[in-house]
C-alpha cells in the first residue's frame, strides 16, 4: 500500500466517501494527492529513526508545505529535535517562508498548551499513546481532546486511534473542531486482522494457521 499512486486512489475514495480533507505522508504522495483533490490537505513526512519523527526538521517542513499541502504537521512535543531547532522557530520559518499553517502533533495536555503558545495553527492529539510520557490506548484519548479542545484558543483536531464511527462522533462531541482517521480507512491489513482475530475467538471461529 505504501505506494504514492495507491495513496492517491485511497484519497480519492475517501473524498467519495465525504472526507472534508485528507491527511498524508510523503513527499509524492501529497505532490499526488494534491494534484488530484480539491480538499483541505495536511501534509508530512515520517522520517528517520529517532523519537522525533514526524516532519522532524524545517527542511522536512518546508519540503512539505513545497507539496502544495495547505496546513504542515509536525511534531509537536517537546523533545530536542534532530536540526536542534526549536518548535517556535520551525513555525515561524513555515509562516515567513511559505505561508502555510501548522499543525502540532502532540500527546499530552502540557504539549498542547505549549504548541499553541509555540504558535501553532491548529493542535492535534496524534501522538496520544505514542509516547512514552503519554496515556496508552487502546481507544483515542478523548479527555485530552476534549480538555485542549476547551482550554486552547486554536481548533483541536483529534486523532490517533479512531476506529470507528462512534468514537469519531465522541470526538466532535468532547469539543474536537474535525477528526483525522487513519488506519480504520487506509489499512486494510489491519482491519482485515481485527475481523479475522474477532471471528477466530469466538467458540464457532475458525482458526486460520
Ligand atoms: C503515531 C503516528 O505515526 N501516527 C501517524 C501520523 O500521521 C499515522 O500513522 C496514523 O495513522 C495517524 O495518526 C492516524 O492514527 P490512527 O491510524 O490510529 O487512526
Not at 6 to 15: E, F, G, L, N, P
Not at 53 to 68: E, S, Y
Not at 109 to 118: I, S
Not at 122 to 132: E, K, Q, S
Request: glycine share 12%; proline share 7%.
Amino acid at each position: 500500500m505504501r505506494d504514492p499512486g495507491t495513496m492517491c486512489r485511497i484519497a480519492q475514495a475517501a473524498a467519495a466517501g465525504g472526507a472534508a480533507g485528507i491527511r498524508a505522508q510523503g513527499i509524492e504522495d501529497l505532490r499526488r494527492i494534491r494534484a488530484a483533490l480539491d480538499l483541505p490537505l495536511i501534509g508530512l513526512w515520517k522520517d528517520g529513526d529517532g523519537e522525533v519523527f514526524i516532519t522532524p526538521t524545517l527542511d522536512h517542513a518546508l519540503a512539505v508545505a513545497g507539496t502544495g499541502a495547505d496546513i504542515v504537521a509536525v511534531d509537536g512535543t517537546l523533545r530536542p529535535r534532530p536540526d536542534g531547532r526549536t518548535f517556535a522557530e520551525i513555525i515561524a520559518a513555515v509562516h515567513d517562508r511559505t505561508g502555510r499553517l501548522v499543525m502540532a502533533d502532540v500527546s499530552t495536555y502540557e504539549e498542547g498548551v505549549a504548541a499553541a503558545e509555540a504558535g501553532a495553527d491548529v493542535v492535534g492529539t496524534t501522538l496520544a499513546g505514542h509516547t512514552p510520557h503519554s496515556r496508552p490506548g487502546p481507544g483515542p484519548d478523548l479527555e485530552l481532546v476534549a480538555a485542549l479542545s476547551h482550554d486552547l484558543p486554536v481548533p483541536v483536531i483529534a486523532e490517533g486511534r479512531i476506529h470507528t464511527p462512534e468514537q469519531a462522533a465522541a470526538a466532535v462531541e468532547a469539543g474536537a473542531h474535525a477528526v483525522v482517521v487513519g488506519t480504520a480507512i487506509t489499512h486494510p491489513t489491519t482491519i482485515t486482522r481485527w475481523f479475522a482475530d474477532s471471528v477466530s475467538r469466538s467458540p464457532r471461529g475458525v482458526h486460520p494457521k
